[in-house]
């Protein structure tokens, strides 16, 4: 069974930061892109950022351009997403996920079990 294995979620103030890493398998990292997906509270899952197997392609949400960077170390087979300016919306559980692609898609394939983010004073 394929695993992706997220940390770095916690309970953050608003305007602060936090580091989410998805520890992934090395296949996933040499071939195939990585994203970032969330869901609030009653909401639907949102695609939050991606990156391409290479690098060459980043994609951001509306809402998280400016204040998120994806970035992917694959000697350490680690894919992180740096949030800074945390807000309450940005509240929710993350999950890192590949699809069977070397590009950006909006289905994936493989899912961690997800991390709790929660902004809030």
């Known amino acids: 069974q394929v695993q992706l294995v997220e940390s770095g979620g916690g309970l953050v103030q608003p305007g602060g930061s936090l580091r989410l890493s998805c520890v992934a398998p090395r296949f996933i990292l040499d071939y195939y892109a990585v994203g970032w997906v969330r869901q609030a509270p009653g909401k639907e899952r949102e695609g939050v950022s991606c990156?391409?197997?290479?690098?060459?392609?980043?994609e951001y949400a509306d809402g998280v351009k400016g204040r998120f960077t994806i970035s992917r170390d694959n000697a350490k087979n680690t894919v992180y997403l740096k949030m800074n300016s945390l807000q309450p919306e940005d509240t929710g559980t993350y999950y890192c996920?590949?699809?069977?692609?070397?590009?950006?898609?909006?289905?994936?394939?493989?899912w961690g079990q997800g991390t709790q983010v929660t902004v809030s004073s």
């Open positions: 996920a590949a699809p069977k692609s070397s590009w950006c898609q909006s289905n994936y394939d493989y």
């Open positions: 990156i391409s197997y290479n690098n060459e392609s980043v």
